[in-house]
């Protein structure tokens, strides 16, 4: 039973389910204190141990019956009971429907007979259906497919319309017909499960059995490339990514609060005292900045603007003041969601409320509201993102609005997840953009846009 549980538990970590070698041991422990006598308690001790985070749970719950599940399908007799003579129709019927089709004959035996496959003939039909090349899991309904092929499962329903039509023409009763029909459905659906069973058990098995293939570090995949469970693992992992940034912010800040000293203070403070250095002066730097960002939440850039503004949000101990703006067609003010919400719970309701539809980015006419109703939020302490691609739609651009905002501002930043290799092609307007900012930073993926953070907070 070990050697299964650590088959399963291969095969868990191989579908993504995260598992230490802590937990592994915990689960065996667990095992070992519920005993093996109840199934539910079985599972519920691996569920328990094994399963940390909701999302896993279905995935668990789809291997547990491939490794612990019975092998044997629900199945019964149907001639069992059956009166001589109807014995004797069912034989008849059953020569004259099949004649020298003997492979559908035998088929035809084990409904009745609710008789399951044998080892050997679901391993003969593995090996025909190439069930030994697949690799994933998500094969497995092309093979189970294949193998219910090779087992001629896909003339079930067609043998026993057949088999029914000729037994009522030798006149067996209609509640005999009902009852036979019922009983062959059940065991064609039994027989379906033992291959999808068996299928299902193969992969995973090889799935258990195979090295695991490293994975590249979700904080370098492009957001581009990002799945959903991608996702849902860096959200996971953003509050752990602040809080590292948080700390060496902390630090700086600590050391700028200590200051430096500072010579000129020093000695003119000291002049009463002949210059005899019995004062010292130190000068501190500011260094939390004041933000405006204004984010692209267009399709392209919804992963890039949710993970910028958490980010930014979960580090507001570090921030003096932040103004939040999204914009598609045009701008909206959204610092008022992250007064009232936790910063994912913000982001959250900001993308949910903001969804991409029939329209196009225009950051010309986001621009141009952003001067007429917020232009007063920047001052010469604030630090201006705009976190875009830079593509307009051939819309106007408003380069004359960005000098505005770049006189303004203490410093206008642009965050762009394309690299200028793609600056200026198609509806791109970043060529003309780029030289109004004072400097662009590229965030293709979350280490890149942490990496930009940092370097604002260090800077503030």
């Not at 570090?217 to 996702?231: A, G, H, Y």
């Not at 267009?298 to 932040?322: G, H, N, P, W």
């Not at 770049?406 to 307007?429: K, V, Y």
Request: charged share 30%; with cysteine; hydrophobic share 35%.
């Amino acid at each position: 039973m070990n050697k299964r549980m650590v088959e399963f538990i291969r095969a868990l970590r191989a579908a993504g389910v995260r598992i230490s070698l802590a937990e592994s041991l915990d689960a065996m422990h667990g095992v070992d204190a519920v005993g093996l006598d109840t199934k539910d308690q079985f599972r519920s001790a691996l569920k328990t141990t094994l399963v940390k985070e909701a999302r896993d749970t279905e995935k668990f719950d789809y291997y547990f019956p491939l490794f612990f599940g019975s092998q044997q399908p629900d199945m019964q007799d149907s001639t069992e009971g059956m009166s001589p003579d109807d014995q004797q129709k069912l034989d008849q019927a059953m020569e004259a429907l099949m004649g020298d089709k003997d492979a559908l004959r035998e088929l035809l035996k084990q409904l009745l007979q609710g008789r399951q496959f044998s080892q050997d003939q679901m391993d003969q039909a593995a090996q025909q259906s190439g069930l030994n090349q697949a690799s994933d899991m998500s094969q497995r309904p092309w093979f189970e497919r294949r193998m219910q092929r090779q087992l001629n499962m896909q003339q079930i329903q067609q043998l026993i319309e057949e088999l029914l039509q000729e037994l009522q023409q030798m006149g067996m009763s209609r509640e005999q017909l009902q009852e036979l029909r019922e009983m062959l459905e059940q065991n064609a659906e039994g027989l379906s499960d033992q291959v999808s069973q068996y299928v299902g058990a193969s992969l995973a098995e090889r799935m258990a059995n195979r090295e695991p293939e490293p994975k590249p570090d979700l904080l370098d995949v492009p957001f581009t490339r990002l799945s959903e469970d991608d996702m849902q693992h860096l959200r996971d992992e953003i509050r752990r990514l602040a809080a590292r940034l948080r700390s060496r912010a902390a630090l700086r800040q600590k050391h700028a609060n200590a200051g430096t000293l500072d010579p000129r203070r020093v000695m003119r403070a000291n002049m009463k005292y002949d210059s005899v250095p019995l004062e010292l002066k130190y000068k501190t730097t500011h260094v939390k900045p004041q933000l405006v960002l204004i984010c692209d939440v267009s399709t392209s850039m919804r992963y890039c603007a949710e993970f910028l503004l958490t980010l930014i949000y979960e580090l507001q101990d570090q921030v003096a003041k932040t103004d939040s703006f999204i914009f598609i067609s045009d701008i909206v003010d959204i610092s008022m969601d992250f007064k009232e919400h936790q910063p994912m719970e913000a982001v959250e309701k900001v993308l949910t409320e903001n969804r991409p539809g029939y329209y196009n980015t225009d950051l010309g006419n986001s621009l141009n509201t952003f001067k007429q109703e917020h232009m007063g939020r920047v001052t010469g302490r604030t630090t201006v993102i705009i976190l875009g691609d830079g593509r307009n739609n051939y819309n106007d651009p408003r380069l004359d609005i960005m000098s505005d905002l770049n006189r303004r501002a203490r410093r206008l930043l642009w965050f762009n997840p394309e690299p200028p290799s793609q600056w200026g092609s198609g509806d791109s307007d970043m060529v003309q953009y780029a030289p109004l900012s004072s400097g662009v930073y590229k965030v293709s993926n979350l280490r890149e846009l942490a990496a930009a953070v940092d370097k604002i907070l260090t800077d503030g």
